[in-house]
């Protein structure tokens, strides 16, 4: 199985793919991305395990939410229940970016017995008040670029400082993820615009907080943290205080990359694949 959906308990279709055999391993993306972020792992992961990837609601290929409440990250952890039991697995490991990391924190927190461990890509509990801000800064505004061949070309521009050395071409492989292109000119987002009201919501109501009682959750599991050497994010020193908490945890920062790691680096292939090898095997459902 590749791409298919599932209709949530309130009424969704939400988005996923379905590859592989194995231990599962499942992919969260970021706030505003979608399941084609994982796509640097599709072939380095194929025959290693059975690769699951989601797009929460409001993202890729899923429904928007009519009521923007929706957009958080109890009911977000919840849509990855449903869709674990859809897919009748009991546990499963989660590669969480970002806001799939603040799930995977959740999930521990209130499912725990549906994880075998959790590989967070740049996201801690604590996140950076400069990132914070940049990403309120551009939640549901649309690029003022032509097409997506310009878009690129600013990318890698304006994000040389975070992400050195990564050419044109890259960024625009990466883009394609985020946006698309309108048949009259111009980039349409790949998410619900409304996603910026929830933002604005939670901050105001104080549910943006910092995470360490969901993180201390995570004891009890295998955990591995991967860290963009730039990020705004996750900082060195929130990492090494979730080192202190968590000393058996595996770590890899990643040089020349900001919030977040493509995850075809290097570093982070064998950051997942030690992890990976840590898990029980043979483990499947």
Not at 234 to 243: D, F, K, P, V, Y
Request: glycine residues 8%; proline residues 6%; charged residues 20%.
């Amino acid at each position: 199985m590749t791409l298919a959906h599932f209709t949530t308990s309130d009424g969704l279709r939400l988005a996923y793919d379905d590859r592989g055999t194995g231990l599962p391993l499942l992919c969260l993306p970021g706030l505003t991305r979608n399941m084609d972020d994982f796509n640097t792992l599709l072939a380095p992961l194929a025959g290693r395990c059975r690769l699951i990837r989601m797009d929460y609601r409001g993202r890729g290929r899923s429904d928007h939410d009519p009521d923007f409440n929706n957009y958080n990250l109890l009911r977000e952890a919840h849509d990855v229940v449903e869709l674990l039991d859809l897919l009748g697995l009991a546990r499963v490991a989660i590669l969480g970016t970002s806001r799939g990391g603040l799930i995977a924190m959740a999930l521990a927190a209130g499912f725990p017995q549906r994880l075998t461990g959790v590989i967070l890509n740049d996201i801690g509990p604590v996140v950076g008040d400069a990132g914070l801000a940049r990403i309120m800064d551009y939640v549901g505004k649309v690029p003022p670029y032509a097409d997506l061949d310009a878009l690129a070309e600013a990318m890698a521009v304006h994000a040389a400082a975070e992400f050195p050395g990564v050419p044109r071409e890259v960024w625009r492989r990466h883009v394609a993820h985020w946006f698309e292109e309108r048949p009259e000119g111009g980039l349409a987002l790949r998410y619900d615009p409304a996603l910026h009201k929830a933002l604005l919501a939670q901050a105001a109501t104080g549910a943006l907080q910092d995470m360490w009682v969901f993180f201390e959750a995570l004891k009890q599991f295998p955990l591995a943290v991967i860290r963009g050497a730039n990020s705004d994010i996750l900082s060195a020193e929130t990492l090494a205080e979730m080192r202190r908490r968590h000393p058996v945890m595996m770590a890899a920062e990643i040089a020349d990359r900001g919030h977040v790691p493509f995850l075809d680096e290097p570093e982070a292939l064998a950051l997942i694949n030690a992890f990976l090898d840590t898990l029980p095997q043979g483990f499947s459902a």
